[in-house]
């Protein structure tokens, strides 16, 4: 979007935020032009900020990543690709974290900034890419729920007659209730510390269960599996995965939500979530491969034995815990569409309450629908990572930043961005190829409504 349709959609009111200019030798109070959204912005902490974004990596996705990361890379590869990973997600978030209020606004929407910086036609190219980048994040967090549900009722009832298909639907219902009761991200609050306790449950549960299995276990196989060809590909798509656990692709909507001095708190935030916050991640990753090698599965309590109370646990607080995660990255979706039709004042209005049980209710009705017809998750863990989440984190940001900082970076430092944005966009291409042949793959190994 040009300059000049970004003014019509933007009211400029007077801000605290103290916006840094580019030399970042000197601040200076400006007036920030901030979009019209009925949303809130600016008013949360960065710590509840870090908690979002560290519920984000810790959801049930990263019970996962033993076997759609360190399986298809072993050892060597997967250590240093999840620490590798970790670290260049760090410094590709801070990138966009600090170009938030470029040019005297504050791009509350990954779009609104791709449009201010090259126009209308990046502008759609971003929304779109974002949208699906959570669009195929939210079928993952739905088959995730209804894989957690179903491994629950099997330890108590294993008789074959509910589907994967059956906790599909039921976890895509809870999804529609809970974003009729939640109208925004800043409202998550508590549930942003019962997420944390659910995660907590679920990452220790695993994370004990699989040591004593794997102290009690014989030697390991962790040869890479599969031959010369699929090898090629299967790591190709466990770059697109590594890419995937870090990052959410709307660092701007999330920024919104901070508070001034939005820069400053918006990488705290960051740093709490590089540091303490992938933690867990790590740790069950790192576990989970060394207990089951290259057995593991894509979601690991199938992988655990031990007391069926504990495991039961691990799964209901997995399912809850998806649930409220969703939200986090349906949240773009939800604003655009609250803003759209002017959906203001209390939240539980009839109007309003009738407008996100219609409305939320049919995109997740959707979601489910294809979450149940096709639930392959490793496979759209891989989908995302290529289609979306490497051009918005990784190629976007570093072209963006040079844009930003033009008079202020050296040669080397430009060149250096460019490097990134080459390489990284080669890293998309040989993914999202290696994705859709491992689409293809599964497809013709398993029937539509597979009961997984």
């Known amino acids: ?28 109070a400006l007036e920030v032009e901030v979009p019209e959204t009925l949303h809130q912005v600016g008013t949360d902490s960065w710590f509840q900020v870090g908690v979002v974004l560290s519920t984000g990596i810790n959801s049930a996705y990263a019970l996962g990543y033993a076997g ?22 760090l410094y590709a978030s801070t990138l966009m974290a600090k170009i938030h209020e470029y040019g005297g606004k504050r791009h509350i929407r990954y779009r609104d900034l791709a449009g201010f910086m090259y126009g209308r036609t990046a502008y759609v190219i971003v929304w779109a890419s974002q949208y699906a980048n959570l669009f195929l994040i939210n079928i993952g967090f739905i088959i995730l729920g209804g894989q957690a549900l179903k491994a629950f009722y099997v330890l108590f009832k294993d008789d074959h007659r509910m589907k994967l298909a059956y906790f599909i639907a039921i976890a895509g219902l809870a999804c529609v209730l809970f974003a009729i009761a939640v109208p925004t991200l800043s409202s998550l609050r508590v549930w942003l510390a019962i997420s ?128 409220i995660a969703l939200h986090i990255f349906a949240s773009p979706t939800y604003e655009y569409l609250d803003t759209k039709y002017a959906i203001k004042g209390s939240a539980l209005a009839i109007r309003n309450l009738a407008f996100r049980a219609l409305v939320r209710g049919g995109y997740l009705a959707l979601t489910t629908f294809l979450s149940a017809l096709l639930p392959f998750l490793g496979d759209f863990m891989s989908l995302t990572g ?10 976007i940001p570093n072209h963006m930043y040079i844009i930003a900082m033009k008079n202020n970076l050296s040669s080397l430092q430009k060149s250096w961005h460019l490097l990134n944005v080459i390489f990284f966009s080669v890293v998309a291409a040989a993914a999202l190829v290696a994705a859709f042949r491992l689409i293809a793959v599964d497809s013709k190994t398993y029937h539509t409504f597979a009961d997984l």
């Open 1 to 28: 979007m040009g300059n000049n349709e970004q003014r019509e959609e933007m009211s400029i009111i007077s801000s605290p935020s103290n916006p840094q200019k580019m030399d970042d030798h000197h601040v200076v």
């Open 68 to 89: 759609t990361i360190m399986v298809p890379l072993g050892w060597t590869g997967g250590v240093i690709g999840l620490v590798l990973s970790t670290l260049i997600s």
């Open 196 to 323: 944390s306790v659910f995660s907590l449950i679920y990452l220790t549960i695993v994370f004990v269960l699989a040591l004593r299995d794997g102290i009690n276990s014989p030697p390991r196989d962790y040869s890479i599996p599969g031959s010369k060809i699929n090898r090629i590909f299967t790591t190709a798509g466990a770059a697109a995965n590594l890419i995937f656990v870090f990052n959410t692709g709307m660092i701007p909507e999330i920024q919104a939500t901070v508070r001034a001095p939005v820069v400053d708190n918006m990488l705290k935030a960051l740093y709490f979530q590089f540091s303490l916050g992938s933690v867990p991640v790590h740790v069950v990753t790192y576990v989970g491969y060394w207990a089951y090698g290259s057995s593991s599965t894509s979601y690991l309590l199938n992988n655990v034995s031990g007391p069926v109370w504990a495991k039961a646990l691990a799964n209901i607080t997995a399912f809850l815990q998806a649930i």
């Open 386 to 395: 290529a289609i979306s989440s490497i051009p918005l984190t990784f190629i």
